[in-house]
């Protein structure tokens, strides 16, 4: 057997680690921050004939432009951000958001240039940096997981990068991040600011997102992905919103036709059902809040969350707590972070057992 190490791989990935999470299929899987409801069967019925109607064509090439897709991701921005002003020329699609970050990357990092950013945050994004020969360089936070806006400035001005990656809400740790620390940092600097929404539809509604600040920041990205509050990781589907220059930016490094023509079909008759497809959020962030309290109530440490899953401290043993949980049927995420563990909200019988293991595996607090 040829190990890796003996192959001519790129000595920047020597001794690098893949993206990691174990991919174990378990009666409850709350471990990859999953929208973990199925997608309600008319809306499921309606993107299976769209994707039939394409099939008859996929002997052709994809419109390489997406501009359907475009044109109903700009739509469903807009319906949430009212007044952002985001038209199809601000979208860029691709296979998940994270093949969005890193074409970001290919376009504005790479050799020569860095990314900071602020962990405990996503994995893939440092992950995603070295892949592209970007240096990844790491910023602290505040205590409590925060950034404030003096911060941000200050590991600008000390450490010069290119781009900037800010996550709001964070994975892992669900921490909402202000408005005013994203404006902070972009002006501090001359570089590309990224904020990864991933999970903005879990947010408080009604609060302005990083969408309201695109108007007049041409070197603002905002990223977002169908996966978590549109049911639709195994579609991948991620996007952004930004400057139209951005978009050019991207053309020079995209793949010609990177989107299937059968995941632009699927994602535009999802978008076109946007209010059932995201009937789940409120049904998940009510189940995330009980998680909140009852971990609360256990004795455990819930961080304030704005996502779909709970960081929680006060675990003895994260490592021991994990694989009780495994052994019953329980999948959650151990990230190495001390005295912690995350998990992601489910349907309310997957937060209903989860809880009961939690309960039946805590031993009672002095
Ligand atoms: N950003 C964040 C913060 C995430 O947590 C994830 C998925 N876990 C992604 C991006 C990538 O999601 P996808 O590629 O499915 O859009």
Known sequence: MTSLDELPIRDDLRGLEPYGAPHLHLPVELNVNENTHPIPEDVARDIIESIARELITVNRYPDREFTALRESLAGYLEGTEPGSGITREH????NGSNEILQQILMAFGGPGRSVLGFPPTYSMHSIIAKGTGTDWIAGDRDPGFLISPSTAVEWIQ???PDIVFFCAPNNPTGTALGLDTIRAAYDAFDGIVVVDEAYAEFAPAGEPTALSLLEGRPRLIVSRTMSKAFAFAGARLGYLAA???VTDALRLV????????LTQAAAVAALAHAPEMLAMVDDIKAQRDRMVAELGELGYSPWPTAANF????GVDD???LWQQLLDRGIIIRNLSIPGH???SAGTSAETTAFLDAMRELTPPRA
């Open 91 to 94: 979208i860029w699609a691709a």
């Open 318 to 320: 994260p490592e021991t």
């Open 243 to 245: 400057d139209p220059a």
């Open 254 to 261: 995209r793949l010609p036709y990177h989107l299937s023509a």
């Open 158 to 160: 000390k450490t010069t």
């Open 341 to 343: 563990l995350r998990v």
């Open 310 to 313: 709970v960081l929680f401290g």
